[in-house]
């Protein structure tokens, strides 16, 4: 990870990733196929590490709009207290194919937000809530950019999913 960090996801070669650990790469390869497999793996665990802060923080929070806001800014937070790593994940999207990955996690947070959006008043609330992890993702990489905390940005994302309105969803 610290390759990563410092020089983005295109110096994560076998060879630097392994001359950086001290190990030989057999003994990468014991543990993955190939490079993608490696860059898969960095992806889940970042991803595991952010569910596992974000749900402690809503941990016993009934869904609303405190539960929904106290889930972003643990998310935005964690991201900021990692840039290095969140850098690399932005870099990883667009230059691997984690694009299923990616899909899971996007998919696995929406659900977790549809409750807090269906108690706020959002119906149907499936689609906001997908829009509403993607104003995260969005948010934490302007963060990023910033280095550090865009409260602007943060209000707005949470002035508009805390004010439901009327969806007219055409038939599918």
Known sequence: MSLAEGKGVGALSISAVTTTAGMAKGSFYQHFPDRHSYIV???RRYHDQLESLMTSAIDGLTPGIERLRTGFVAFLDAC?????TKAFLAQARSETDLGEQVAERNAMFAA???????????????????????????????????????????????AIVAHPVDIAVPPT
Do not use: C, F, K, N
């Not at 900021?80 to 290095?84: E, I, S």
């Not at 609330?125 to 963060?143: C, F, G, K, N, R």
């Open 41 to 43: 793996e960095l992806h």
């Open 80 to 84: 900021l207290a990692t840039p290095g």
């Open 112 to 158: 977790l937000v549809r409750a807090d959006l269906e108690v706020i008043g959002w119906s149907p609330a499936a689609p906001i809530a997908t829009l509403a992890v993607a104003m995260a993702a969005d948010v934490s990489l302007q963060e990023l950019g910033a280095r550090g905390p865009r409260d602007d940005l943060r209000a707005a994302v949470l």
